[in-house]
């Protein structure tokens, strides 16, 4: 009975919604240390933890600690539409931060295939001018490039202060001479594909200029004009998938702390989730909240032991957070071991013990996700199996 | 004679003197390489249609300009090979043995160069007061640029390519000198003082040794130092050392971080394909400094590794060092493939390609010389159709459009703006709201997306990551041309742009004077032939007509007006596509 409600389950999630849900993804640069909120391990010894308590909302467990006040106040009010995954197989520990990145954005560390957004993006937004718009994030090049824009704040700055107005007669001219160019009539006599990208390009920084220009509020941080730059350009239809950074580069990297490693990521924390309520709200009032996934990832983890410097040097199994009313949260998915690395499960049923278990990896997770949009990467990515478990209804 | 005028004589007097079919060209490398069979494919076999081949010379010209002396052609030299359309080879020849030649030649290894990133440099002088005091804007590029200045000293003295890891010396600018601990030592027949490593004891690995080449791997704090130095592997050797597996210790079959680590990674081929072979290289560069290198690595267990395959290791002698990488045929041959994409400028990824790369291969592994390197690739049948050969014969092929990249931009802002570079535009005129005590420095690194300095550059063609980039780019330089040539003390015979209106603000110019002016550099940036009644021109001076319209006063009105035709003209495909 159980298996049969499943696969009923699993049915009802592949099944088409209208329209797509727009995705807002924030990166966390450098590798969150799980322990400290996601999964409590101060239990276990061999593992170095900040402490805390295991607390439940609605389903929904995280580390509780009276340092990170914001964690709490996020978790209890949104419990129900969250969904933690623990014990995530990134890949992501490698030579620089770069590849860590490529990591949990597309699970491979070659440089030819797509991130899973771009791919996502090109599937289901290609009409807009901005399938995937990236503000301060990694790009991540591939067969796909051109259905992604960075964005860079300080840019979005610059134009603020430059207060450049770029005479429409400019705009014409350049639409007219790359239509002369691409038809041929200009002289130029070259192939098509390349001044389509350039093109492309120019539209993108006449047309979209303008429009960043204009969004950039002093008064807010960073992270909270980035975020506002991303919602605004989902409800004006510029863009169908955005991934933003918070706060600054690689800041979570802590394998050498300035203080401690703990009281770093404490800060860390606290700033994120503050930060994520106040996004939440911004997207209720942004009216944007019916149809919208956000995704909070770090590209690592953290080593269970400190080192030398009192700092935790990286580790390939993480944790992210997802957020939206378009499933029932309230549940957190996968698990660690005791050394720290992800336990193997099931990603259909989440059984650990029998079954087709793998580590999960953001494969699976990208591919459920994807999957409410009837999307499937089977033939695209190597390793397509959605991690419908997500999705699952608690058994009545 | 002046040296323009020596130029024009040198071309002239080849153009009488070699006369060669251009058609015969295309089909005949001028170095044809190893005698082998050229490779012969779609995208790579040279058109035999004449009339395509003598279509478009003045295009011709300009490709081979902007390609061998990263330059605009001048009007002259574009008309003397528009006449003289027999003499691509000698007029080929003629712009590989130029100055401007060594620089474009020096330029293409961008891995020594490409990768900018002050930030190192900030972090540097962060802990050493007389450092931080020295690092201005201006003395922070002149060190950036020691590399390059050094490639092109030694390419101009036909230098083999080895020795630029072996020579004991970098050229540096008397502004850079407290950077190297120096104060001022000549160096060679430049105007550059050189350092020499032995007197600072330094690693003699040539200009791997350099502050700036250094300073363009990306570590951003002192416990990085394993990025930069597989950064500088992979730059070094085209080489990736960051496969899925390399770090994934699950998958190498450990379980937990303790000794066991030691022993399995000790012979396991994903951590010793990059420990073992390029340790010694690693550990050897400057400020990537000894057991950091695996420190990172080793720390999972310090015990283990305290007495572990690599304590106590004594590396090679800075000389055997540098002979080790430079007889490193990996390296000369990433080195290869990074000229010939530069000037392909895509990526080499057919059989075709490879084939053509072997050949290469075996031709620059005699001479090791980058003169000869450059020739044999523009000998190439690969080149010469992208060059000469007619678009519309090679459909599906995007080799023959050519992109202004950044060695371009480069170039043609020192035509027209000597007081500037591609790194620095400095907006400090009135018209953009700047004053002049304060300017505002805008590095190109700040117009460059950021996967390009994080190293996914092997992913792009060189020039195409500026394009996303090239409005931003024109408006600076167009910025930067008005604020120069319109002032109240202007006058238009010393202008290099906007000789053709009135002196000073240029407010009054009569519509003929405009549309003369459009033309002229029109004409002069596009290496086409417009006349001022053109419908392109026309569009143009509609530009200007608009543009004219907004300023409070003369002086804001003309800039504002010719900053936006100069922006016009420089993001069209006809000057941005060559």
Known sequence: ?396 | MTSRTWKIFIIVFFSLQCGKDIETLSKTPQKKPNNSAAPTTASSTPSKNKDTVYKNPSRQIRRLTLDLQNRLPSSEETEIYTRNIDTAESLTTFFLKSNDADSAMATLHRNFWDLWQPKTLEQLSATDAALRTAMTTASTDLLLDDPIKTLRFMISQDESFEKIFTKKYSLMEPSTAIFYNQTSAQGPDVDTNVVVYSDISRPNLGILSSFGWNASLPKTSGSKNYSGAAEAIRKLTCLSFNSATAHNFGQAGIKTVDSSLLSTASSHSSCTSCHNQFHTLAEGLPYLSSSTTLTNWLTYDQNAFSSGIYKGKSYLTPDELANLISADSRISSCELENVVEEIFQRKLSSLADQDLKQILFERWTESKNVRNLVSDIIASPEYQHQVFGSAGSITNNLSSVRVFGPAQWDGFIKQILPQYTIRNLVLQNPAIGKSAGNPEIIPLANLVPRQRLNGYEKQFIPSEIYTQSAFDLAVRIADAVVATELSSTALAQNRKVLSSVPDFDAFGATSTEVKNQISDTWNKWTSLKTTSSDYRISKLYSVYSESIQTGSTDLEKARNAWKWVLTSILIAPEFIIY
């Open chain 1, 1 to 396: 009975m159980k298996i049969l409600f499943s696969l009923l389950t699993l049915i009802f999630s592949y099944s088409a919604l209208a329209v797509p849900p727009k995705i807002l993804v924030i990166n966390v640069e450098g590798g969150w240390d799980p322990t400290m909120v996601f999964d409590y391990k101060g239990d276990i010894g061999g593992i170095a933890t900040d402490g805390g308590a295991l607390t439940t909302s609605s389903g929904l467990s995280w580390v509780s600690k009276s340092s990170r006040p914001s964690v709490d106040t996020f978790m209890t009010a949104e419990a129900t539409k969250t969904i933690i995954i623990n014990g995530l197989y990134t890949k992501g520990i490698g030579a620089s931060d770069t590849i860590a990145q490529m990591g949990i954005a597309k699970q491979r560390t070659s440089e030819v295939y797509t991130d899973y957004m771009t791919w996502y993006a090109s599937q289901v937004f290609p009409y807009l001018t901005i399938p995937h718009l990236l503000i301060d994030s990694p790009s991540v090049p591939g067969e796909f490039q051109g259905k992604s824009y960075q964005l860079k704040l300080d840019d979005v700055k610059r134009w603020t202060s430059e207060s450049l107005q770029v005479p429409a007669s400019v705009s014409d001219w350049s639409n007219w001479s790359y239509e002369n160019a691409l038809s041929g009539k200009s002289g130029t006599n070259l192939d098509t594909t390349k001044i389509s990208t350039l093109y492309l390009n120019q539209k993108r920084n006449l047309s979209l200029r303008p429009v960043f220009s204009g969004l950039y509020n002093p008064a807010l941080s960073d992270f909270k004009n980035r975020a506002s730059i991303a919602l605004t350009s989902f409800k004006n239809n510029l863009t169908g998938v955005a991934t933003i950074r918070h706060g600054k580069p690689d800041e979570w990297n802590t394998r050498s702390p300035g203080t401690s490693h703990f009281t770093e990521q404490n800060t860390l924390y606290e700033s994120l989730f503050s930060d994520l309520t106040w996004l939440i709200s911004e997207i209720v009032s942004s009216d944007l909240s019916d149809n919208i996934v956000v995704v909070v990832r770090s590209n690592l983890g953290r080593n269970p032991l400190l080192n030398a410097q009192g700092g935790k040097n990286p580790w390939p199994y993480t944790s992210l957070l997802l957020w939206s009313k378009l499933w029932t949260g309230g549940k957190v998915v996968g698990q660690f071991d005791s050394n720290l690395m992800g336990v193997p499960m099931d990603p259909i049923f989440g059984s650990t013990g029998t079954g087709n278990k793998i580590y999960l990896t953001p494969d699976n997770i990208f591919a459920a996700i994807f999957s409410r949009a009837s999307l499937s990467p089977s033939g695209f990515w190597l390793t397509p199996d959605p991690a419908m478990v997500l999705f699952q209804e608690a058994t009545p």
